[in-house]
């Protein structure tokens, strides 16, 4: 548990009044926070999410982010999102949306920068394969792995493993790992990075789509929701010239996505007189988009699963890379001296294929085809 002593620095405003001050009273309070499993003392002037926040930016895994691919390959330029841009893009409307409603902030960002550190090389092609190395050893999540490496594989406290993150931060990240159990109740803030991680990959997969060459606006003009979000660009800015109509476009859809959120939750939470995190949890609704909406997004991500997730070029990356991944696995089996060291130890503690995939787990793409010609080609 954290220590609930308070520190504050002369001249400064406490987290606690500034929190006290500014959120709604269904917003998770850090004074309310079940602390972290190891005690420390509270920081002066930052809040136990805001350290939270800054544990998983200076974090390996984090930084590693920069390197694994959301959907499209290196191969195809340098314009379409990363996970660590994916990852900021979810932060910067998270945290815009919940300053509207009135929630936690801080926790709200610490849990978007969280939420992908999970991700292996390869985006879900990669998890796909070593869910398939690993089935009999309890499959492989991302989400399940960035507690994993939260609690267990970033070294970098000399009291402690892991990153020591509140319990709020775990429990959210739990909660999306364990998405079947109807008996989790997710705090808002949660529920509200879930919401802000749909509206950016509709938005930038359209985007990334459309710049690469995978489909046109024209095509993409198929799915109501884009073209209705065309139709209002263009009614608006007649003179826009054509090479500024798709970042228009995904400009608007981003908009018109969390627009909504403000209206439809914002009339819920006003309407709901909950005034109690535990209320809120125990609530039948959820922060995300309205029915009409949900439906029109679920069109969108069913066009873009159909046209794009599975494109020809995609496919064969995805291909290409789950066979590297499946060899890697195998092979590093049979020669457990090619793993670090450290990977090496850890598999006397959970074995050795669970050390292989999590060795794997942490490599960037450039890395993972570093490793391939090198192990098995040099």
């Not at 931060?169 to 109807?182: F, H, M, S, Y």
């Not at 890379?321 to 598999?347: D, I, V």
């Amino acid at each position: 548990m954290e220590s609930k002593d308070r520190i504050l620095l002369p001249g400064l405003q406490s987290f606690a009044e500034r929190e006290t001050a500014l959120l709604a009273p269904y917003a998770m309070r850090s004074v309310d926070s079940a602390g972290r499993k190891h005690t420390e003392p509270d920081h002066p002037y930052r809040s136990p999410f805001q350290r939270d926040r800054d544990r998983i930016l200076h974090c390996s895994a984090y930084r590693r982010l920069s390197g694994k691919m959301q959907v499209f390959t290196g191969d195809m330029g340098d314009y379409h999102r990363t996970r660590l841009t994916h990852t900021h893009e979810v932060a910067s409307i998270a945290r815009t949306v919940a300053r509207a409603l009135r929630l936690n902030e801080d926790l709200v960002e610490a849990l978007a920068l969280f939420h992908d550190i999970g991700h292996p090389p390869f985006g879900h092609a990669g998890e796909d394969a070593l869910n398939e190395c690993l089935t009999d050893d309890g499959g492989f999540s991302h989400n399940q792995h960035a507690l994993t490496i939260a609690e267990e594989l970033e070294i970098r406290y000399a009291g402690f493993p892991g990153l020591n993150l509140t319990a709020e931060v775990l429990d959210g990240q739990g909660i999306r790992a364990d998405k079947e159990n109807v008996e989790l109740q997710p705090l808002l803030e949660v529920q509200l990075v879930d919401a802000a991680d749909s509206i950016t990959y509709d938005a930038h997969d359209t985007d990334d789509a459309v710049k690469l060459g995978l489909l046109t606006l024209d095509e993409l003009a198929e799915v109501p929701l884009v073209a209705a979000t065309i139709l209002r660009v263009k009614k608006r800015l007649t003179n826009l010239p054509a090479e500024l109509l798709r970042p228009t476009v995904v400009h608007e859809l981003i908009d018109l996505q969390v627009s909504d959120v403000f209206r439809h939750c914002g009339q819920l939470l006003g309407q709901s007189g909950i005034q109690s995190v535990q209320e809120a949890r125990l609530a039948s609704f959820r922060i995300g988009p309205s029915a009409e909406l949900a439906e029109q997004k679920a069109e969108l991500e069913g066009f873009l699963y159909e046209r794009v997730y599975r494109h020809p070029n995609l496919i064969q990356v995805r291909t290409v890379a789950q066979a590297r991944l499946h060899e890697m696995f195998t092979h590093l089996l049979e020669h457990p001296e090619w793993l670090p060291k450290t990977f090496q130890r850890r598999s006397e503690r959970v074995g050795l294929r669970c050390s292989v995939g999590e060795y794997i787990a942490g490599m960037t793409d450039r890395y993972c085809n570093e490793q391939y010609e090198a192990l098995f080609r040099g």
